[in-house]
């Protein structure tokens, strides 16, 4: 009687751990896709182009033109953060935010106008294009990501990064 109660109980434990586990992987793919954004391919024209499409949801501040940020994509740009900016006409930019003379980050403008300064040595980047504008060290620019479509209502950015 012990023996039966034993296995019964041991039925119902294994039982309870095999569908805990099968729904916890059923979970992970939603999570997933729940907070990351995803790869989105285009393929027109024989033209094959690969944009990374970044949710900006967590980002509202960039929906408004004139805004500038830096954001971190896991996995992209060697996990360095890019700068996105909203010019102030409604088009976007994405350059790197790291200089590329000593690997140093560049500081945020508080106008859109404006460039973008190393922290390390007085040199200047263009917010538009990530080429160089000023300072000592001439012949360095961020590099700068193509960007695609803007889509206002799902609040989202392709970049090609
Ligand atoms: S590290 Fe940026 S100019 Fe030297």
Request: glycine letters at 8%; a neutral charge; aromatic letters at 6%.
């Given at each position: 009687?012990i023996?039966?109660n034993s296995?019964?109980?041991?039925?119902?434990?294994?039982t309870?751990?095999?569908?805990?586990?099968?729904?916890?992987i059923?979970?992970?793919?939603q999570?997933?896709t729940?907070?990351?954004?995803?790869?989105?391919?285009?393929?027109?024209?024989?033209?094959v182009?690969?944009f990374?499409?970044?949710?900006l949801t967590?980002?509202?501040?960039?929906?408004?033109?004139?805004?500038?940020?830096?954001?971190?994509?896991?996995?992209k740009?060697?996990?360095?953060?890019?700068?996105?900016?909203?010019h102030?006409?409604?088009s976007?930019s994405?350059v790197?935010?790291i200089?590329?003379h000593?690997?140093?980050?560049?500081?945020?403008p508080t106008?859109?106008d404006?460039?973008?300064a190393?922290?390390?040595?007085?040199?200047?980047y263009?917010?538009?294009d990530?080429k160089?504008v000023?300072?000592?060290f001439?012949?360095?620019?961020?590099?700068?990501?193509?960007?695609?479509?803007?889509?206002e209502?799902?609040?989202?950015?392709?970049i090609?990064?």
């Open positions: 009687m023996k039966e296995n019964r109980r041991d039925f119902l434990l294994n309870t751990k095999v569908i805990g586990a099968g729904l916890a059923a979970a992970v793919p999570l997933f729940a907070c990351e954004s995803e790869e989105l391919v285009t393929d027109m024209n024989t033209n182009t690969t990374y499409v970044l949710d967590p980002h509202p501040e960039l929906l408004v033109p004139g805004s500038i940020k830096k954001v971190k994509i896991d996995g740009n060697a996990d360095n953060p890019i700068v996105i900016t909203h102030k006409d409604g976007f994405v790197n935010s200089c590329p000593m690997n140093c980050a560049v500081n945020l106008d859109t404006s460039t973008l190393c922290q390390c040595h007085p040199n200047h263009s917010t538009v990530g160089y000023g300072g000592p001439q012949g360095y620019n961020l590099k700068q990501y193509a960007v695609g479509k803007f889509d209502a799902k609040k989202t950015l392709e090609k990064i």
